[in-house]
């Protein structure tokens, strides 16, 4: 069980500072990765945080796991974390500090994003500040960037917040996986939205992101690297840049090589949480984010379907490193006619952000000519 990410994750958890972590709540929610064996190895330890196992009925996805545990907790803020992070020892107490901070000027201040590295400690990359945590629905667009230094703080000083020195938070409209959150907020947005239809989770957080927000919360992300996890992306092959320093560094909480972590994690896996093989992946993503889009707007609905189709299915652009490579133009064409047409489909069944059958039609007509392409049925 050493080898399992949920161990890793819940024993750099378990080794914050600060004693701002009252307790662990892990959500089950049926997957085949050993949860079980996991957590019966954790409970034979002794330590002061204790972890809690909440059991779903069935395996509906994230969004349902989450939501359950979110219930089940005790406390008023509720920080986020992904099964296949490994976190240092300042991410929680940090990000309960700065949002202690935010409000102090800022009363609706309501969630902290913090960084994560892909199968890295540190940020390697720069990024305007401008494209951290941006979504814009009626345009389609959206960047994270949580895995890069924002470009506004490398500059001369940069901005601290705090007798901690903190960097100071960026106010956003997205946040990602690993994210302190006001309970109250959580529940007032209606928490994680239903993503049942979907085997994957990718749009899990445009739709909490946009949910906090139409209910009145102020999102932050704080770049500051001392609280940024490394995000294993276990079961993903991928083709994520490696750094040799990142990779023969000892995980303190693991007392192992990092690279040892990355090497596990590297090997193709399609049962582990909500991973699944690339050729799904693609269907997946192109159709779970028209779905978002179009339900909040139909131009940013179209935007969407007509860029992927530009991008991905002409110009085989693969909007993430945690594939393998890129399908042939065939596979590529009728990923994004499966992945919309399903995307249609949750649209009209959808009883929280959902469209008419009729609305939906028409919206499909336009994107299949503005792509030149013939009409998409059968869903």
């Not at 540190?122 to 960037?145: C, H, I, K, Q, Y």
């Not at 000083?157 to 960097?167: E, F, Q, S, V």
């Not at 409209?173 to 529940?187: E, F, K, P």
């Not at 209606?190 to 957080?205: P, R």
Request: hydrophobic share 45%; net charge neutral.
């Amino acid at each position: 069980m050493a080898d399992n990410p949920l161990y890793w994750a819940v024993t750099s958890l378990r080794g914050q500072a600060g004693g701002m972590l009252a307790e662990i709540v892990v959500a089950d929610d049926r997957s085949s990765d050993h949860t079980q064996a996991v957590l019966d190895r954790l409970a034979a330890s002794s330590h002061p945080v204790p972890v809690r196992q909440v059991r779903c009925a069935d395996h509906q996805g994230a969004w349902r796991a989450r939501n359950a545990g979110a219930a089940a907790a005790r406390s008023t803020l509720l920080y986020f974390a992904d099964d296949d992070c490994v976190f240092p020892p300042h991410t929680v107490a940090g990000a309960a500090c700065a949002l202690a901070l935010l409000r102090v000027g800022d009363p609706a201040a309501a969630a902290v994003n913090t960084p994560f590295y892909y199968r890295a400690l540190r940020p390697r990359a720069v990024l305007p500040t401008g494209r951290v945590g941006t979504l814009d629905v009626e345009a389609a667009t959206f960047s994270t960037g949580f895995h890069a230094m924002p470009s506004g703080y490398l500059g001369g000083r940069p901005p601290l917040r705090g007798a901690a020195g903190l960097l100071r938070p960026l106010r956003v409209q997205l946040i990602g996986g690993t994210a302190l959150i006001d309970a109250a907020a959580l529940r007032a947005a209606g928490g994680f939205a239903d993503l049942s239809a979907w085997a994957t989770g990718y749009s899990d957080h445009l739709n909490l992101s946009a949910d906090l927000g139409a209910a009145g919360a102020h999102l932050y992300h704080c770049p500051d690297p001392r609280l940024g996890a490394a995000h294993l992306k276990f079961g993903a092959a991928g083709a994520y840049p490696l750094d040799d320093g990142d990779l023969d560094a000892a995980v303190g909480a693991l007392g192992r090589p990092f690279g040892d972590l990355v090497a596990l994690s590297a090997v193709p896996r399609a049962g582990s949480g909500h991973r699944v093989a690339d050729g799904e992946f693609f269907r997946e993503q192109i159709g779970s984010f028209f779905a978002f889009f179009a339900a909040r707007s139909l131009a940013g609905g179209r935007a969407w379907a007509v860029r992927s189709w530009q991008e991905f299915a002409v110009g085989g652009q693969v909007p993430t490193l945690a594939v393998g490579g890129v399908p042939g133009p065939e596979a590529r064409a009728l990923a994004w006619r499966e992945g919309i047409a399903a995307g249609a489909k949750t649209l009209v069944r959808s009883a929280r952000h959902g469209l008419g059958r009729d609305v939906a039609e028409g919206l499909l007509r336009e994107v299949s000519d503005a792509c030149e392409q013939p009409a998409i049925t059968g869903w």
